[in-house]
């Protein structure tokens, strides 16, 4: 069992820079592929990154690529987002989430585990 709380998100002005945190309970963090998913209003959950459970492969989503990176510190069991050059776009409530599975195989079905979300806002 994992439990995950997200933190980080609020509001800023298109142009502007977030960082979300993730930090999981358990020893078994180094274990499990990490992501970031989104969920804007009325849409469906959607893919955003995700990273391996040595932090050298990562996979983005082509809206965010270039933008974001994705890191982890196994040490303190938390993962990150920073978020650069937001557009309005980007506004949605950001979930984490483990896996077990690989970053690969997240991407396309989500994880195991979920955190509660943390909102981004992100003004014109």
């Known amino acids: 069992q994992v439990q995950l709380v997200e933190s980080g998100g609020g509001l800023v002005q298109a142009g502007g820079s977030l960082r979300l945190s993730c930090e999981a309970s358990g020893r078994t963090f180094s274990s499990y592929s990490m992501g970031w998913f989104r969920q804007a209003p009325g849409k469906e959950r959607e893919f955003v990154t995700t990273?391996?459970?040595?932090?050298?492969?990562?996979y983005y989503a082509d809206s965010v690529k270039g933008r974001f990176i994705i890191s982890r510190d196994n040490a303190k069991n938390t993962v990150y987002l920073q978020m650069n050059s937001l557009k309005p776009e980007d506004t949605a409530a950001y979930y984490c989430?483990?896996?077990?599975?690989?970053?690969?195989?997240?991407?396309?079905?989500?994880?195991?585990?979920w955190g509660q979300g943390t909102q981004v806002t992100v003004s014109s």
């Open positions: 989430s483990a896996a077990l599975s690989p970053g690969a195989t997240m991407r396309e079905r989500g994880g195991d585990y």
């Open positions: 990273i391996s459970t040595n932090g050298i492969v990562k």
